[in-house]
């Protein structure tokens, strides 16, 4: 496959802490900025309104775009804030179309040259998905997971959440009277270019409970972003206390990363098992509010070579999840560097989805998207470490205008 050269910005300098972005921010954030400079509370209301709609549903970039905002108050605005998005420090478009992201967050602190994190576009004939983190890393240490592998973890924040979506939205011109970039799929229908969101890159949404719930209240806002909670999907290895909440409180699609069908191999490859047992996560599934069949829960399954992938781990699998109203996911296993495992071969993962199929499942095999950039599944890792001695090597050349392969 061919792969586009990515850019890679130069790197940041002393890190210097700005005037915050509105970008992200809750109705009620917007509301604490309105107060913060003096604006009165009983225009509060109104003035949230029109910030609300010029950033989410215009996606401007400069209050003075925002012509139903009086000069003054534009001024006043920009004096203390900024429409900024986070950088971008490395686009990469993979010759099947899809984009991957690696997005430099604004510094926390003068210590923080700030965390970076992928995202990731895929488009497809009938909807276009991306694939957002919940956090920078991942506390959990899933044995086929390259996330697993990273050191440095944190939360997302509710607006480093929603300014994912932004991000993608100003790169691919999905916003009012943009122009998308040349190459970009177009949808033909008319609609929007990111139709649909899944929480399945970096770190375990249902530990950032807070921030990804508030940032879906952002993001499923009809007066903004307006994307349907049915068009979101949270997937979990198994938080089994917060898969309640998750349906009560956010009310989205789940999708639940099984990868095994009995607890001794599960324990090994998704080590939370051990605190929260299959049969518990089961349990905690067939309870999920609004569960329908028209509201299904996905179940993920990655195919292992030799250690997930037998005839009787489908037949197990079918069982297991009767009386869920369920659709099933074979993932082929995207490998990484340095990854003990190897994917399942073809004929394999037929036969395993053919008995599933068998059973009654929706059983689609995920086709591996974006492998050329390793953005497919799993491969999400940040090149932080990597990027900041890359880019101090540069500096010290003096090469810090040009273009280098980031994966490479
Ligand atoms: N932490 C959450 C969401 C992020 S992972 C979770 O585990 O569900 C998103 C999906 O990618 C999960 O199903 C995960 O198990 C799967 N995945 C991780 N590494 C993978 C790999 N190398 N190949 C294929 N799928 C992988
Ligand atoms: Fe974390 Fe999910 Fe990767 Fe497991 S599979 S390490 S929970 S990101």
């Known amino acids: 496959m061919t792969v586009s050269a990515p850019v890679l910005a130069a790197p940041a300098a002393e890190p210097v802490l700005r005037r915050p972005s509105l970008v992200g921010r809750t109705r009620v954030g917007l509301a604490e900025a309105l107060a913060e400079i003096g ?12 910030l609300w709609n010029w950033i989410y549903h215009y996606g401007v970039r400069d209050f003075s775009a925002m012509t139903t905002i009086g000069k003054g108050l534009r001024a006043q605005l920009a004096e203390h804030f900024t429409l900024d998005l ?12 899809t984009r991957k992201w690696l997005i430099r967050m604004a510094p926390t602190g003068p210590r923080d040259r700030g965390a970076e994190i992928e995202c990731v576009y895929i488009p497809e004939v009938d909807r276009g998905t991306l694939c957002v983190s919940s956090q920078v890393g991942c506390t959990l240490t899933c044995t086929f997971c390259h996330t697993g592998t990273q050191r440095l973890v944190r939360n997302l924040t509710t607006e480093e959440i929603v300014a994912q979506l932004m991000v993608a939205r100003d790169r691919l011109g999905d916003f009012p009277g943009r122009t998308p970039p040349e190459g970009a799929f177009v949808p033909s229908d008319g609609g929007r270019f990111v139709s649909n969101i ?33 068009r979101i999907t949270v997937s979990t290895s198994g938080v089994v206390p917060q898969i309640g909440p998750l ?3 956010m009310g989205t699609m789940l999708a639940i990363s099984l990868h ?28 999920y509010p609004g569960l329908s069949n028209a509201k299904r829960i996905t179940f993920e399954y990655v195919m292992l070579k030799g250690v997930n992938d037998s ?24 490998p990484w560097p340095g990854t003990r495992y190897e994917c399942s071969d073809w004929e394999r993962i037929e036969r395993f989805s053919e008995i599933v199929f068998r059973a009654g499942y929706a059983s689609p095999v995920r086709t591996p998207r974006g492998r050329d950039i390793l953005a497919a599944c799993g491969q999400l890792k940040s090149e932080t470490e990597k990027l900041s001695a890359r880019a101090r090597l540069m500096l010290e050349q003096g090469e810090v205008e040009q273009s280098t392969a980031l994966a490479g």
């Open 311 to 334: 005839d009787a781990e489908a037949r197990e699998l079918v069982r297991l999840l009767k009386g869920i109203p369920a659709k099933i996911n074979l993932i082929p296993f995207n």
């Open 247 to 249: 349906g009560d409180e």
């Open 198 to 230: 899944v929480f399945m890159g970096m770190g375990e949404p249902l530990y950032n409970f807070d921030g990804v719930r508030d940032a879906i209240a952002v993001i499923s806002d009809d007066q903004g972003l307006s994307l349907g909670r049915r």
């Open 260 to 287: 095994a069908v009995r607890d001794e191999l599960r324990n090994e490859l998704v080590p939370l098992n051990k605190k929260y047992p299959i049969k518990d996560l089961l349990e905690a599934c067939r309870t």
């Open 86 to 97: 986070p950088e971008v420090t490395a686009e990469q478009v993979s010759s099947d179309g």
């Open 39 to 50: 604006v009165p509370e009983k225009e509060t209301r109104m003035r949230v309104g029109q």
